[in-house]
């Protein structure tokens, strides 16, 4: 199994990045899907996700700003970061999450770096 995430960066502050995160190895159809990210000195937070039904949740401090989604033919989750602030600097870490068995996988993280 594997979470292969990409499109972090650096990017101004008010600026958008858009996160893919592929993955190979498991029926991604049937997964909860997740960002969370970790910034120095925090726990990792959940930041958005997405359930095999298309239902989404998302941190208080991102909605409205971030959107997460889901192609199931392309195995890959999204999430597309908008208006990004300081504070949002993080290692950004894509999750898949099948409820029915417990299993779960976690990608390798890709910084995001919001600064002027």
């Known amino acids: 199994v594997q979470l292969v995430e990409s499109g972090g960066g650096l990017v101004q502050p008010g600026g958008s990045l858009r996160l893919s995160c592929a993955a190979s190895g498991i029926i991604f159809s049937m997964y909860k899907l997740g960002w969370y990210r970790q910034a120095p000195g925090n726990q990792r937070e959940l930041v958005a996700s997405?359930?095999?039904?298309?239902?989404?949740n998302y941190a208080d401090s991102v909605k409205g700003l971030f959107t997460i989604s889901r192609d199931n033919a392309k195995n890959t989750v999204y999430l597309q970061m908008n208006i990004l602030k300081p504070m949002d600097t993080a290692v950004y870490y894509c999750?898949?999450?099948?409820?029915?068995?417990?299993?779960?996988?976690w990608g390798q993280g890709t910084q995001v770096t919001v600064s002027s």
């Open positions: 999750n898949a999450a099948n409820l029915r068995s417990g299993n779960e996988y």
């Open positions: 997405i359930t095999p039904g298309g239902s989404t």
